[in-house]
């Protein structure tokens, strides 16, 4: 599903360079729970932005769903991300002024799909992360495990080739913390694949690959039995 090759990403500011990933090759296959790990300065951000399209690089190869994404214009990386890519960050990025329910809406209304098949779809996301008796409520009105899991079916309502999740859970306390791992453990075995940036191995447990960064180096690439949490309760 990913496959990226060869990847060189500089930032230059003035005369200082900074190498923030240096020659990073790996694939991450359809179906993978995948953590990418590293302290701060890592590399693993970088890594985050530029799989999700959201950043380019200055050298290297990018091939998503055997497509090669490396040389395209911002417009064309927009309708890819729109289309195959789902994100959930961190700060949930949600819109105070819609409700839940428009909130979810958000990527189907980019990608012109009719206003009725969008009101179903965005339920059926909802439905899927445990907020069904939600839909109307405005974001200020629900905690932060809720908009973080209205953030999850925003990202999921397009039925994206793969979910991109950066510290989802930093904000969070531990109790909402596996909430949401739950919900992507469940998601990934519906067929999901899911990769997530964390720099906590508590969060990486729960996944079934973890790769390690160290100065834009890739360290480790490694598979495990995950911890698995029970179904429901969310």
Known sequence: MIEIKDIVKIYRTGSETLTA??????????????????????????LMNILGLLDSFDSGKYFLNGKDVSDLTDDERAAIRNKEIGFVFQ?????????????????????????????????????????????????????????????????????????????????????????????????????????????ESEMSAYTKRIISFRDGILQSDELQEPKVLPKGGV
């Open 91 to 199: 700060s949930f990025n949600l819109m105070p002024r819609m409700n839940v329910l428009e909130n979810v809406q958000l990527p189907l209304v980019y990608a012109k799909v009719p206003m009725k098949e969008r009101k179903r779809r965005a339920e059926e996301a909802l439905k899927r992360v445990g907020l069904e008796n939600r839909m109307y409520h405005k974001t200020n009105e629900i905690s932060g495990g809720q908009k973080q899991r209205v953030a999850i079916a925003r990202a999921i309502v397009n039925n994206p080739s793969v979910l991109m999740a950066d510290e989802p859970t930093g904000n969070l306390d531990s109790k909402t913390t596996l909430d949401i791992l739950r919900i992507f453990q469940q998601l990934n075995e519906e067929g999901t694949t899911i990769v997530m940036v964390t720099h």
């Open 21 to 46: 990933l240096d020659h990073v090759t790996l694939t991450i296959q359809e179906g993978e729970f995948t953590s990418i790990m590293g302290p701060s300065g890592s590399g693993k951000s970088t």
